[in-house]
């Protein structure tokens, strides 16, 4: 242990009594001062040190350093002098730098006693602003600051939560915007303390306010939690001034307690709103729950087991729990088989309600324990579960019956799947029988119309003299009955195809334009009758197309025709040509962006109703009853059949006694094995030859009729003609 001896009782000497008479290491034997009313006099009796007259009086105590705190150099070479043994003085440099480790050890004391208090002034605070106030308060006591606020972070907003030393005008600026660029943002951005000696001559501190307040020095500090910032501690003063790295250890001390109080008061504030919306769950629960005490006694009752008794939580509260159970020594069981599992779930009993009716329940129940761990009671949630019961009981009867009719069901099914066999097998047999009469159809029908149709037109054609009248209009009539019936057919056939499954499609890329050209020529006739001129409109961004060319045209000659026949002399009808994209709002069959073509025929007829629109596609329909137009009625369901074959759809509109709108939308398709429009091969040119000069042509078929029109035809254009009836005649005669 180390002896020290002390002159001098001023400031100094008390100081150093302060530090080292509790310092188990370090025994004070003594100290001296020539004023009799020195402050560290006073202490060294309180401390029970041997305060000496002189420092002859030190000489028995053997001391190992004498501190001269006087700041007298004589004093310290008159010790060295007098002392009957050589001793170690400490005074000058030795005894500042002690001064100076005993300045620091009074701060840094005083530092903890301030922050414990400011701890039991924050932890007794009633609110945030409280807490935050006495931190700022603290804050500017241990660095010496004349001004200081805290604020906090709000959406784009700083706000001034407490501030002191400032003026009235200043106190009154509670908000301002945060401005990327500024010192706010700047001091939010640092992990550090920010300190501005002279704010004056630093360009980042611009703010007016601060400016006309007079500040000229400040230290600030972010204040971090985990997600970040949340504010700023600012600690100003009114002069230049260099804060020391104690004032910034303190301010980063101080910034973290402010952090942590912000988010304390924000899990108290979390914590309150949890418990009031649980306690609210508690009383809009509609299921029971009851606390009780280790005896068994009801200490907590909810309003859901006013609901489920019918007993108010004043009448019931107090009573043991075991009374309401339908068996009383079920409560028994149920605690034992608690104690051993520790908690019970689902378990279904039976409890009495006030009125005397037992309901069914179904218990989950635990033990609550104190900090020991010693059982104190019970809580537990009892759900009325009397419905669920009786809806269990009914199931399980309806499930005892569904098995019956199961089984009766199995054998009947077993029926009905033999029968379905046999159905089906015959579907299939009249849909083999379907596709060859189909193609019977197309041979055996077409033929003789065919033929009828060839000969009438041979007669129209005077090849074998002059008709009269009545011979004229007879025949003229066989030619257009033989032509609207072969249109019929070959509707029918198509739509029987399209139903079988037999049409197909042979796709080519062709010019639309001339395609376009080639219907309207054959609707020529027709549509001059009534003085009609169709109308085309094509989009420049539309040219060729690819499709089955066939029956595209079928299409459009389906569509122009019945625009042409419903459309009064002198009236106007008109083909449209577009591309256009698929758009979800508009056409909501269509993938989004999909290529379309669209064709639109319209006419200025009288028009389709809105309650007709959807008939007009069903077959064998024709809208006008008075036959005053030729028609079938499968046109256009042929048509809608031939446009969805493509992927399309087709849709009427316009104005019923306005005229009639259909818009055709076929996908734009990129063929594998994509041919131009072929070139059409013509027919060879009749010219007048000698008859032994004439070319000879083999005609094969067994339609005799359809071989006489052939003839006919053929030697009129100057040819020689020779006939086969099938196959293996035709390779003899060639």
Avoid at 154 to 170: C, I, L, P
Avoid at 243 to 270: G, N, P, V
């Amino acid at each position: 242990m180390i002896k020290i001896a002390v002159i001098g009782a001023g400031n100094g000497g008390s100081a150093l009594l302060d530090i080292f008479h509790t310092n188990g290491n370090i025994k004070i034997i003594g100290i001296t001062d020539k004023d009799k009313n020195a402050s560290g006099l006073n202490l060294a009796k309180e401390w029970g040190i041997f305060v000496a007259e002189d420092i002859k009086q030190f000489y028995r105590h053997n001391p190992d350093i004498i501190i001269n705190a006087t700041g007298k150099p004589g004093v310290s070479e008159f010790i060295k002098e007098s002392f009957p043994y050589p001793i170690e003085v400490v005074d000058g440099l030795g005894a500042k730098l002690l001064w100076e480790l005993v300045s620091r050890h009074q701060k840094a004391k005083k530092d903890m006693e301030t922050l414990y208090q400011n701890g039991l002034l924050i932890t007794r605070a009633k609110n945030l602003k409280d807490s935050l106030d006495e931190i700022l308060r603290s804050a500017m006591e241990l660095t010496e600051t004349p001004a200081g606020s805290i604020a906090l972070i709000e959406g784009e907003e700083m706000v001034m939560t407490t501030q002191r030393g400032f003026s009235q005008d200043f106190s009154k600026k509670l908000r301002w915007k945060l401005r990327e660029g500024g010192l706010t943002c700047y001091i939010l951005k640092q992990m550090a303390p920010v300190e501005l000696q002279d704010a004056g001559k630093e360009p980042i501190f611009e703010n007016i306010m601060r400016q006309k307040e007079g500040i000229k020095s400040l230290l600030a500090s972010p204040l971090l939690h985990d997600e970040g910032a949340v504010g700023i501690l600012y600690l100003n003063d009114f002069k230049p001034r260099e804060f020391t790295e104690r004032h910034k250890h303190l301010i980063r001390l101080f910034s973290t307690l402010a952090a942590q109080t912000i988010e304390k008061y924000k899990l108290l504030h979390d914590l309150e709103e949890s418990l009031t919306y649980l306690q609210g769950m508690l009383n809009d629960s509609q299921d029971m729950i009851i606390t009780t005490d280790r005896e068994g006694r009801i200490v907590k009752y909810s309003k859901g087991g006013e609901r489920i008794l019918g007993y108010g939580a004043d009448e019931i509260i107090g009573s043991k729990v075991s009374e309401f159970y339908v068996n009383k020594n079920e409560r028994t069981n149920i605690l034992k088989t608690l104690h051993e599992k520790g908690a019970i779930y689902n378990y279904e009993t039976k409890l009495l309600k006030k009125d005397g009716s037992p309901v069914d329940i179904s218990l989950t129940i635990s033990v609550l324990r104190d900090k020991t761990g010693c059982i104190i009671g019970t809580v537990g949630i009892s759900k009325d579960i009397t419905e669920e019961k009786r809806l269990r009981e009914e199931l399980k009867k309806k499930n005892e019956e569904l098995e019956e009719l199961t089984e009766n069901l199995e054998d009947k099914v077993f029926e009905r799947t033999k029968e379905l066999e046999k159905i089906n097998r015959e579907l299939s047999k009249a849909n083999e029988m379907k596709g060859r009469f189909i193609a019977n159809a197309s041979h055996e029908l077409r033929t003789p119309l065919h033929s009828i149709i060839g000969f009438s037109e041979i007669l129209l054609q005077k090849t074998f003299g002059d008709l009269n009248e009545k011979q004229q209009r007879y025949t003229n009539t066989i030619y257009t009955s033989g032509k609207h019936l072969i249109h019929l057919v070959n509707n029918i056939l198509d739509l029987a195809k399209i139903e079988a499954g037999k049409m197909e499609l042979s796709h080519q890329t062709f010019p639309l334009k001339t395609t376009i050209d080639e219907v309207l020529m054959v609707l020529k006739p027709l549509a001059g009758k009534k003085g009609i001129e169709p109308k085309i409109e094509m989009s420049s961004e539309v040219d060729n197309f690819t499709a089955d060319k066939i029956k595209f045209k079928q299409i459009l000659y389906n569509l122009l025709s019945n625009a042409i026949k419903f459309t009064p002399e002198g009236g106007t009808v008109g083909i449209n040509i577009e591309k256009v994209k698929g758009n979800k709002e508009i056409l909501p069959w269509a993938l989004e962006s999909q290529r379309l073509l669209k064709v639109s025929v319209w006419d200025t007829g009288v028009g389709i109703r809105p309650e007709d629109r959807e008939k007009i596609f069903e077959e064998f329909e024709q809208l006008d009853p008075s036959k005053s137009t030729e028609g079938t009625g499968l046109g256009l369901s042929l048509t809608k059949k031939l446009v969805e074959l493509h992927g399309g759809q087709i849709e009427v509109g316009g104005t019923y006694g306005q005229g009639a709108i259909f818009n055709v939308y076929l996908p734009f398709v990129v063929h594998e094995k994509q041919t131009s429009m072929p070139k059409p091969i013509l027919p060879p040119i009749a010219e007048t030859r000698l008859k032994e000069e004439c070319p000879l042509v083999l005609v094969v078929e067994d339609d005799i009729p359809t071989v006489e029109i052939l003839t006919i035809h053929l030697t009129q254009a100057g040819y020689r003609v020779a006939h086969a009836y099938d196959g293996e005649e035709a390779i003899l005669k060639a």
